[in-house]
């Protein structure tokens, strides 16, 4: 009896754990449901760039491939220059960076420019053009140095309209593309469009970011890691690390009384703006393809990267680096260096 007892409790319990799986395979359900929605189905794992601060360069750019030719030779042509011997890739040579190379950029009649020329390459994804964001667009910027006395000395448009027209090749080019043939706005639609393709993807920390763990190196990893928790990540981040936003440069100690000599250039986003809160503002600058482009900073007093790390980590963070962060940071800045054509810099 007491056998035939034990029997019966358990043939009961087999409902009640059959309803317990059938409302435990409905929870799952429901719960994986819910998760497969969180989870983005574009996203794997793979995919590291939807968690980090920093995005990779853009792969692809659909961009008018007739005005991306004309805007590299109106790049290079020293005919929109007053005397016919500056064009912009003078100062912004595309073999070395997009840069000079130089503390000051050299203008027409040898005159210096009042700040470091920053890279021509990835400027297209800048939200305001200069350090101290005079520009609102690549043309307008354009525009600009092309008449600016201290760069290029163009003299007024109707000069370098002119000039241009003299050339029979410029005139059919552009009537190719323009119905309105060669006009200011037209010259500076060009150069735009040509800038825009200087796009450099596909960097080594890019790869990383879109899922080869192995593209970088364990120690540039820590590099990276640094940069983050240091707070160097605050200011240069998104797809350029930098270029999205203005900041005071000095923020922790006084950075223009300690160098001396102050002009006008070094008062950034104050000239444009009038305002008191934003004077020694400036761009803050890109740090793609950071290892072609020194001197660094609006004044180009900085030589090395090593010793703007040490200027920023004092200025703009109020800390002493040990120099082994120093050098991993570094590390980390040497694959940020991307592409052009599909060539490295
Ligand atoms: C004499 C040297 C020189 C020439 C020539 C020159 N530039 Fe520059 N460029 C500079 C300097 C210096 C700056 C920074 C000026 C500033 O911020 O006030 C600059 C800034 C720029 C910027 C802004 C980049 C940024 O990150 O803010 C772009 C874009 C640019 N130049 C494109 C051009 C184009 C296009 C031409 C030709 C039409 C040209 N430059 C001619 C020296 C030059
Ligand atoms: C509070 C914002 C801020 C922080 C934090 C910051 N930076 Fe900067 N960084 C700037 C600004 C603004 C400039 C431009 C300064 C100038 O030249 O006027 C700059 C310039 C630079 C430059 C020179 C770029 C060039 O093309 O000339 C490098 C390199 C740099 N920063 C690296 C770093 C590193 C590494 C850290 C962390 C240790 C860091 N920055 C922290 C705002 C910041």
Redesign the pocket.
Known sequence: MIFKNKFIKRFYLIPILIFCGVVFIFWWQDFWQTQQLLIAPSESKANIALHEPIQPITLQLELNESKVKLGDKLFHEPRLSGDNKISCASCHNLNIGGTDRLVRSIGIQKQLSFV?S?TVFNSGFNFKQF?DGRAETLEAQAGEVILSERVMGGGSWLEVINKLKQFSKYDFWFRELYPDGITSDNIKDAIATFERSLYTPNSRFDQFLHGNQNAITEEEKQGYRR?KS???I???QGMLL?GNMF?T?G?FEDYFSDRGKVTKADF?QFNVTGDERDRYA?K??S?RN?VL?SP????GS?ET?EE??KV??KY??GRQ?PQTDIAL?IKF?ITLTGEYQGKPL
């Open positions: 470091n920053p350090w940069f240091y707070g160097c605050s200011c240069h930098g900041q440069f923020l950034g400036f803050v600058p740090l950071i482009t660094y900073f609006h004044d900085a990267l703007a790390i920023m980590a703009q963070l680096l940071i800045l």
